[in-house]
C-alpha cells in the first residue's frame, strides 16, 4: 500500500489533503471550510491552495467536532477510510476533548423530549409571537 507521494513532490493542496483523507467529502466543500475558517494549519488560517507537508498540525472542525492532527502522509487519491487514517495522527488531547464532548451530548436531553401532544392556545400564541418577531 503506497499512502504517499513520489519524493519529488513532497507537498499537496490543502483542500486535495483533506479530501483525500476523507474529512471533507469533495474538494469544494474543503475550500468552502478553509475559507470559512474551520481549519487552521499550524495555528494561521490558510487559503484553500496553500501547501501541506508532512508534519504540519491541522485544527479541523467539521459540524460539532473538532480534530487536530499532524498530518504523516500525502496521497493524491481518495482512498478507503482504513488507508485515509494513515494519513494523519490524531493528538491525544483532540481524542480526548472528542470523546468528553460524545460523552455530554449523549447524556443531553433530546430538544423537545418533554413536549406532549398538540400546542395549547397559549402555546400556539407563544409560538406565533416568537415567528412574527423575525
Same mark, same amino acid.
Given at each position: 500500500?503506497?499512502?504517499?507521494?513520489?519524493?519529488?513532490?513532497?507537498?499537496?493542496?490543502?483542500?486535495?489533503?483533506?479530501?483525500?483523507?476523507?474529512?471533507?467529502?469533495?474538494?469544494?466543500?474543503? !475550500?468552502? %471550510?478553509?475559507?470559512?475558517?474551520?481549519?487552521?494549519?499550524?495555528?494561521? &488560517? +490558510?487559503? =484553500?491552495?496553500? $501547501?501541506? *507537508?508532512?508534519?504540519?498540525?491541522?485544527?479541523?472542525?467539521?459540524?460539532?467536532?473538532?480534530?487536530?492532527?499532524?498530518?504523516?502522509?500525502?496521497?493524491?487519491?481518495?482512498?478507503?477510510?482504513?488507508?485515509?487514517?494513515?494519513?494523519?495522527?490524531?493528538?491525544?488531547? !483532540?481524542? %480526548?476533548?472528542?470523546?468528553?464532548?460524545?460523552?455530554?451530548?449523549?447524556? &443531553? +436531553?433530546? =430538544?423537545?423530549? $418533554?413536549? *406532549?401532544?398538540?400546542?395549547?392556545?397559549?402555546?400556539?400564541?407563544?409560538?406565533?409571537?416568537?415567528?412574527?418577531?423575525?
Amino acid at each position: 500500500m503506497n499512502t504517499t507521494v513520489p519524493a519529488s513532490a513532497q507537498r499537496m493542496r490543502i483542500d486535495k489533503w483533506l479530501w483525500a483523507a476523507r474529512f471533507y467529502k469533495t474538494r469544494s466543500v474543503a !475550500s468552502e %471550510a478553509i475559507d470559512g475558517g474551520h481549519v487552521r494549519l499550524n495555528g494561521t &488560517a +490558510p487559503k =484553500p491552495s496553500r $501547501d501541506v *507537508r508532512p508534519g504540519d498540525m491541522l485544527d479541523i472542525t467539521v459540524g460539532n467536532q473538532t480534530w487536530t492532527v499532524r498530518v504523516l502522509g500525502l496521497n493524491e487519491q481518495r482512498r478507503p477510510a482504513p488507508e485515509a487514517r494513515l494519513l494523519y495522527e490524531e493528538t491525544p488531547e !483532540s481524542t %480526548a476533548r472528542r470523546e468528553t464532548e460524545r460523552e455530554a451530548r449523549a447524556l &443531553a +436531553p433530546t =430538544p423537545g423530549s $418533554d413536549l *406532549r401532544g398538540r400546542p395549547t392556545k397559549k402555546a400556539r400564541r407563544q409560538l406565533r409571537g416568537f415567528n412574527e418577531g423575525f
